[in-house]
């Protein structure tokens, strides 16, 4: 009896083994069925911050682009706030330019009448804002022209003053202009590069337009006529 006790004492200890073997080949109690889907779930979560990360990087890229069209913005307003000053100080002066006042103004208020939504720009709308502001600078050009027929004009103290803050409004919109071109290019660029187009097409990621590189745009226009 004790032989026979002890063999079926064995038997169920070789079976319990067999179950703790069975056990373990199952990694803790994951079958194929389980580790398959593990590897899905940790793949789809791979995936997913891939993706986030694409994303926040294009956000941050496309940020950056609007700030800049902001300081562009900012800077042609700057100039748009001067010209007023500017007419009336001229006009003191030179009563019978009727003709150039009146451009000035026309081309100031068309100019401040365009506004672009940064997130949303396309090259149509720029061009129509840079040949606005272009014709600001040229009805500007020859408002600062009529100087040279009038001495007592070009000794004007405030005039000199408007002249001296109309140069360096053009030099900061020389500037911005050109950071706005360099962060546009950046986005682009990004935004083109794999893996990033797989997410910007589908997330509305756009392209950027740019400034028109035109005559003397490598530098400020000259507002100062004195010889």
């Given at each position: 009896?004790?032989v ?15 179950n ?47 700030t ?36 000035v ?38 408002l ?84």
């Open positions: 009896m004790n026979n006790t002890n063999f079926l004492g064995g038997a169920g200890g070789t079976q319990n083994a067999s703790n073997g069975s056990g373990g080949k199952k990694f803790f109690g994951l079958g194929c069925a389980g580790i398959g889907c593990l590897g899905i779930v940790l793949l789809l979560l791979i995936l997913l911050g891939w993706g986030i990360g694409v994303y926040n990087g294009l956000v941050t890229q496309q940020e950056t682009v609007e800049n069209w902001g300081q562009v913005e900012t800077q042609y307003q700057r100039r748009a706030d001067l010209i007023p000053n500017l007419v009336n100080t001229v006009k003191g002066y030179a009563k019978h330019e009727q003709q150039t006042f009146e451009a103004v026309k081309a100031r208020a068309e100019a401040t009448s365009l506004k672009i939504d940064a997130s949303k720009m396309t090259p149509e709308q720029l061009k129509q804002y840079q040949a606005a502001q272009g014709d600001v600078t040229a009805a500007l050009g020859k600062l022209a009529v100087s040279e027929a009038y001495p007592d004009l070009k000794a004007n103290e405030e005039f000199s003053k408007l002249q001296d803050q109309l140069e360096g409004t053009e030099n900061r919109i020389s500037v911005a202009r050109k950071d706005f071109n360099e962060a546009a290019k950046n986005y682009n660029i990004k935004r083109r590069s794999f893996p990033a187009i797989l997410i910007a097409g589908m997330m509305g990621f756009d392209e950027k337009p740019y400034f028109e590189a035109q005559a003397g745009a490598d530098k400020a226009p000259t507002v100062n006529f004195e010889e």
